[in-house]
T-cell receptor
Framework: DSGVTQTPKHLITATGQRVTLRCSPRSGDLSVYWYQQSLDQGLQFLIQYYNGEERAKGNILERFSAQQFPDLHSELNLSSLELGDSALYFC???????????????FGPGTRLTVL | SQQGEEDPQALSIQEGENATMNCSYKTSINNLQWYRQNSGRGLVHLILIRSNEREKHSGRLRVTLDTSKKSSSLLITASRAADTASYFCATAISSGSARQLTFGSGTQLTVLP
């Protein structure tokens, strides 16, 4: 158990709909990352938040948005869903490094999204 | 786009044998990390090697890094059936204050009992 929790575990919805995925980082971790894993695209970085502020953006579609709340949990909002959005969505968290270097990331169990 | 590419894509070995997976990347890195993923589960961090290190060990894992060739290898010694999983390399790129990882396509390792 990594200490990172994600809800829900599974989500089945229809095209055009909007869903919200939730992530709670490990205690003490300030950074939250969202990743999408699909068979054709592999594991793609979407976005990073650090202590409530957006820090980096990857291959995140305009239909997707995220935020990190004062209690450090994060939500990933996916709207106008398409069949191709079906994937595993992972959240990860990491502890700030005093040296400024990169630390390991701790991954949650993921949310499996199926768009029908 | 993928920064790292793992080789081979799939590897099948007998229990007790060693497994070697390779990773190549394209740009300068801060560090390189290896992760393991059991089918449909979250990724688990295995080991991190910094750009100024050449080799690192952790239990049955040995990682090497050659920054001149932009490549890394992960060796799992005395493999066990429980090592069956997908293994990913991930590069941390020196880019301001961002801390995202870029993952390779993964190697599917099957260890036969």
């Amino acid at each position: 158990d990594s200490g990172v929790t994600q809800t829900p575990k599974h989500l089945i919805t229809a095209t055009g709909q909007r869903v919200t995925l939730r992530c709670s980082p490990r205690s003490g971790d300030l950074s939250v990352y969202w990743y999408q894993q699909s068979l054709d695209q592999g594991l793609q970085f979407l976005i990073q938040y650090y202590n409530g502020e957006e820090r980096a953006k990857g291959n995140i579609l305009e239909r997707f948005s995220a935020q990190q709340f004062p209690d450090l949990h994060s939500e990933l909002n996916l709207s106008s869903l398409e069949l191709g959005d079906s994937a595993l969505y992972f959240c990860a968290s990491s502890h700030p490094s005093t040296s400024g270097s990169y630390n390991e990331q701790f991954f949650g169990p993921g949310t499996r999204l199926t768009v029908l | 786009s993928q920064q790292g590419e793992e080789d081979p894509q799939a590897l099948s070995i007998q229990e007790g044998e060693n497994a070697t997976m390779n990773c190549s990347y394209k740009t300068s890195i801060n560090n390189l990390q290896w992760y393991r993923q059991n089918s449909g589960r979250g990724l688990v961090h295995l080991i991190l090697i910094r750009s100024n290190e050449r080799e690192k060990h952790s239990g049955r894992l040995r990682v090497t890094l050659d920054t001149s060739k932009k490549s890394s290898s992960l060796l799992i010694t005395a493999s066990r059936a429980a090592d069956t999983a997908s293994y990913f390399c991930a590069t941390a790129i020196s880019s301001g204050s961002a801390r995202q990882l870029t993952f390779g396509s993964g190697t599917q390792l099957t260890v036969l009992p």
